[in-house]
């Protein structure tokens, strides 16, 4: 099954703040309480974003390439079966090839970036 090679991470971040400190982020509240890092695929996060993090401000998202997370991504059944990555070993700041700050609107939601056209190289 071909899955998607860029996947996103959405989290506060101070988070990101911390793990930058650090050199490796080792996950949010519900990560860290179910194992793994959690990542949506391009086609899921803007549901992630909607679900998950409604009226939460200051956020960003994540983009990492999948391929060099080997054999520590997980590829598991969640939201309404589909497969998502998981990651079960915190991840490197280096890893992230972008992190953008998600703008949330007055009424809670966030404005997803634009993702379509972006592959891994």
Same mark, same amino acid.
């Given at each position: 099954?071909?899955?998607?090679?860029?996947?996103?991470?959405?989290?506060?971040?101070?988070?990101?703040?911390?793990?930058?400190?650090?050199?490796?982020?080792?996950?949010? $509240?519900?990560?860290?309480? &179910?194992?793994?890092?959690?990542?949506?695929?391009? /086609?899921?996060? !803007? #549901?992630? @974003?909607?679900?998950? $993090?409604?009226?939460?401000? &200051?956020?960003?998202?994540?983009?990492?390439?999948? /391929?060099?997370? !080997? #054999?520590? @991504?997980?590829?598991?059944?969640?939201?309404?079966?589909?497969?998502?990555?998981?990651?079960?070993?915190?991840?490197?700041?280096?890893?992230? @090839?972008?992190?953008?700050?998600?703008?949330?609107?007055?009424?809670?939601?966030?404005?997803?970036?634009?993702?379509?056209?972006?592959?891994?190289?």
């Amino acid at each position: 099954m071909g899955y998607e090679n860029l996947i996103y991470k959405i989290c506060p971040a101070a988070e990101w703040r911390a793990a930058q400190a650090e050199g490796a982020f080792r996950g949010s $509240f519900i990560d860290l309480k &179910d194992g793994y890092i959690h990542f949506s695929t391009q /086609a899921q996060a !803007g #549901e992630t @974003l909607a679900k998950h $993090f409604r009226g939460q401000d &200051d956020l960003v998202l994540i983009e990492v390439a999948s /391929a060099p997370l !080997g #054999e520590a @991504l997980k590829w598991e059944p969640s939201r309404g079966g589909n497969l998502f990555p998981h990651l079960y070993t915190p991840l490197p700041v280096a890893a992230a @090839l972008s992190v953008t700050p998600l703008i949330m609107a007055a009424d809670g939601s966030h404005e997803m970036p634009d993702l379509t056209g972006r592959s891994e190289s």
